[in-house]
């Protein structure tokens, strides 16, 4: 059994250390450009990363969801034309048949019913509406350089829960999602610090023991004392449109 976080206590080591993927935020923009979406819905938007670049990149209405009142503060006070409110994955205070575009980055693992998220998707979006799901595979979690190679402990957990892309397939035909499509990006870069591994801005290092995390880090900062390290970041996008 996995124990469950508190965003709230999270959110300042989030807006400190997280930001856009490279790949994940080029693939958004031009799904959304491509499709000519001018209303956007970010689930799960956290500190308002990709909302808040999407809506400075190409001008449309965005919205940000999330349950955390102290992420969305600070999403709030980073990008003032975001339209935020408080809103979860399983119940989106949006009317039916509004926006033309949802999407979540990191977030459906932490969705607890996600038929019911896909079911809300399915009602906001209007015909021909994109979905689009970010996430990580088994094969991407196994992989991870450098939180699986040096916190080998986080994968089993990250196992436990993540849904299998499979079973998002499953329950978005079951919610009347017409078609389907997989995707994969790939970000190398190199880390120079041990600064975010310390501070836990990946919630993954909150599930494991103190030992193996205090183990994990004192490897990477002893690697990081020689040289820098090679990085590499993988996404699973999964499309499915109304
Ligand atoms: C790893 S963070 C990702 C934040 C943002 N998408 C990003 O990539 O910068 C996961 C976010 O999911 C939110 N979350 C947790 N449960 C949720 C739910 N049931 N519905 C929507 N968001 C949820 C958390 O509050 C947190 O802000």
């Known amino acids: 059994m996995v124990r469950s976080l508190n965003y709230d206590?999270?959110?300042r080591a989030y807006s400190q250390h997280r930001g856009c993927h490279e790949g994940v935020l080029r693939e958004l923009t031009e799904a959304i450009g491509t499709t000519g979406a001018s209303r956007v819905a970010e689930v799960g938007a956290g500190?308002?990363?990709y909302a808040g670049a999407l809506r400075r990149l190409l001008g449309c209405s965005c919205w940000a969801f999330d349950p955390s009142r102290e992420m969305l503060?600070?999403?709030?006070?980073?990008y003032p034309d975001l339209n935020v409110e408080v809103g979860a994955a399983e119940q989106l205070p949006l009317a039916?048949?509004?926006v033309d575009f949802v999407f979540?980055?990191?977030?459906i693992h932490h969705v607890t019913d996600r038929q019911a998220f896909f079911a809300e998707a399915r009602r906001v979006l209007c015909a021909s509406g994109t979905l689009c799901i970010v996430t990580d595979s088994e094969d991407i979690i196994r992989s991870r350089v450098p939180l699986s190679s040096y916190f080998p402990e986080t994968v089993e957990v990250e196992?436990?829960?993540y849904p299998a892309i499979a079973e998002l397939r499953g329950l978005a035909s079951s919610a009347g999602f017409r078609t389907w499509r997989e995707s994969r990006v790939v970000t190398e870069g190199v880390l120079s610090s041990a600064e975010a591994y310390e501070a836990k801005a990946c919630s993954a290092l909150h599930l494991i023991s103190a030992s193996a995390f205090d183990a994990g880090l004192r490897r990477l900062k002893a690697d990081l004392a020689r040289q820098p390290l090679r990085?590499?970041?993988r996404y699973a996008l999964l499309w499915a449109t109304t």
């Open 73 to 78: 503060d600070i999403a709030r006070s980073r």
């Open 104 to 107: 979540c980055v990191d977030v």
């Open 159 to 161: 196992l436990q829960r």
């Open 9 to 11: 206590d999270l959110a």
């Open 96 to 98: 039916a048949g509004s």
């Open 231 to 233: 990085t590499v970041s």
């Open 47 to 49: 500190t308002g990363n």
